[in-house]
């Protein structure tokens, strides 16, 4: 039996190369985003998407004079590559309707291209916004976990080149040690605002491409407490239930008044 893998991201060690998007991009024939300028920041690719399935985001705090690189007190610019987070609960694999998206072997999720009929309900079942429809080609596309190639005994393409080993790749159990064991080194050093993300306490049942980072995980296009659309269902239909009863209710009160 194939072992569950997973990425430990530190973005304190992140310096913003962007090597995983394009070892990501060459690896999976993927289009390159263009050179636009963006007119917020000065990262061009800005997130994740149908043809971006690594984004390298870039954090750029107020400058403090005194302050900045790996400052204890303050950070200047930060990094972070974000990715699918391939969820332990996966709201957009409960969504497909059509078995396109897959658990692979591997514990990732999968989506094969060729069963997806472009419905992109998983697209609105992400609590991330990660997975994204291409309006030309009519299918939705997102991180493979490099699948392909774990299936050969390889790394994915990003953990492979990432020249600061920012992006870790392994055994999911394992990673999570490691990344509490860099966490205690940090906070050791006085670096007090650092943090794991990896949000078991929700629906979501805890991710498998997790990260540390520094300060408020929003900034890093992290929400603190993504939930699975589905476990919204049992409200939904207790509340349609009491609504219908009420209808039923009121239609016999008028039949019955009527006939008085």
Known sequence: MSQTTGFFTDSTLCIGCKAC??????????????????????????????????????????????????????PGWEFS???????????CLEACPTGSIVRTEFGGVFVQPDV??????????????????????GRAFKCTFCADRQKAGLKPACASVCPTESIKFG????????????LEELRSK????????????????????????????KSYNLPPNPEVPTTYLKDGWRSAAIGSAMFVAAALFAFLGGKQ
């Open 21 to 74: 998007e394009v070892a990501c991009k060459e690896w999976n024939g993927l289009a390159e985003d263009g050179l636009d300028w963006t007119g917020f920041s000065y990262d061009n690719t800005a997130a994740v998407g149908h043809s971006t399935w690594r984004h390298v985001k870039f954090v750029e705090n107020d400058t403090i004079a005194g302050l900045g690189g790996n400052s204890a007190l303050q």
């Open 81 to 91: 590559s974000d990715v699918c987070k391939h969820c332990e609960v996966a709201g």
């Open 116 to 137: 997806c009929n472009g419905c992109a309900y998983c697209v609105t079942a992400c609590p991330f916004g990660v997975v994204q429809k291409n309006q030309k080609d």
């Open 171 to 182: 055994e999911l159990n394992e990673l999570r040690g490691d990344a509490q064991v860099r």
């Open 190 to 217: 006085g670096i007090e605002d650092a943090e794991i993300y990896d949000p078991q306490h929700t629906s979501v049942k805890g991710v498998h491409a997790f990260f540390l980072v520094r300060g408020n995980p």
